[in-house]
């Protein structure tokens, strides 16, 4: 690679480049800067990672063809609103129609004061 080339040549490069020749090329680039292949450099922070290595490496692969044809579709993290809008309001009909069944089953003021208190100190 000569320093001249520019960035469109450097990627018509790498796409004339078999998958062999492209993982050969940045194995050797992480062996000349004295990384290892796997998860990690054992012993370092990923903050202790030089940016420009990564921007490269990551400039590289963005020319594979086979990670270019795939289509990841990202899906919304949040749930529809309209669905949580009914689990909401079955949550408030649920709660509510206990209030109601607990008045109904227990309609003096005092009943109810009375279980509430017992129900705090029970041991």
């Known amino acids: 690679m000569t320093s001249k080339e520019t960035r469109e040549e450097r990627r018509e490069r790498f796409k004339t480049m078999s998958s062999d020749e492209r993982q050969a090329l940045i194995r050797e680039k992480m062996k000349a ?13 990923l903050s202790s990672y030089d940016r420009d290595e990564i921007w490269d490496l990551i400039q590289i692969t963005s020319c594979f063809l086979e990670m270019q044809t795939k289509s990841r579709r990202m899906e919304p993290k949040s749930p529809d609103t309209r669905k949580s809008l009914i689990a909401w309001i079955v949550i408030a009909i649920a709660l509510s129609g206990g209030v109601v069944f607990y008045c109904h089953q227990y309609p003096s003021p005092e009943t109810r004061r009375e279980l509430s208190v017992d129900g705090m100190f029970a041991d």
Do not use: A, D, K
């Open 33 to 45: 800067e004295g990384l290892e292949e796997g998860s990690g450099v054992p012993g370092t922070e």
